[in-house]
């Protein structure tokens, strides 16, 4: 830990700057073992600072916020918890076995760590599958805002983030394909011609014109 720390305020420095105007490193460490140096308390947070011989703060410019997670054990479910620090160490330690509808729907940061996770278990295929998809809504929002530019979908811009914001939502409940799909749908609504519609999307214009 000391080792990592040294290393941020190291490459912090700046050539030729004798003032020496680092910035504040805290580490946050998660531990998910037990830390004998700090055996014998019952906390499962501790701020860790540099002291002198008589418990005076020697420097606030480096300190350790170590989290034990072994030691957190939480007795309500993770929608009853109030403290902020409680919720944090309850979804990093439970996340294996959570799922999203136990997460209460205002707590977006811990919807978007959820999706992280969800991402992180993918096969090395299935996340290939993902960063295409990915690839394929930049090439459609590409092609949007050219035909933006060249004056053919006059206000298109917001119909084209609603259309996407409902492609993606569907797209993760029922597949890329079917995502892809609504996308076509929304584009010809918007008077973007097939062959248009099948540049931005890689269907198959015999499929768009089906699709129309």
Known sequence: ???????IISNSLVKGDHKYNYPTVISIIL???KIPELKGTPDFVQHVMLKD?????????VSYLLIDLSKFAARKQFR????????????IKNMWRL???????????????????QLSKL???EKEEYEKS????????????????????????DGFEKGKEKGMEEGRKEG????????????????????DVAKATGIPEEQILQLQ
């Open 31 to 33: 531990a998910n073992f």
């Open 53 to 61: 011989d008589k418990n005076r703060v020697f420097s606030e410019k």
């Open 80 to 91: 009853n918890l109030t403290d902020d620090r409680q919720k944090w160490c309850y979804a």
């Open 123 to 125: 096969t090395t295929m």
């Open 176 to 195: 890329r394909e079917e995502a892809l799909l609504q996308t076509a749908k929304n584009l010809l609504a918007l008077g973007i011609s097939p062959a």
């Open 134 to 157: 990915v690839l394929e809504y930049e090439d459609v929002q590409d092609a949007m805002e050219y035909h933006h530019r060249m004056g053919k979908a006059e206000g298109f811009n």
């Open 1 to 7: 830990m000391i080792a990592y720390s040294s290393r």
């Open 99 to 117: 799922e999203e509808s136990d997460i209460p729907e205002k707590y977006d940061v811990f919807h978007e760590l959820y999706e992280d996770c």
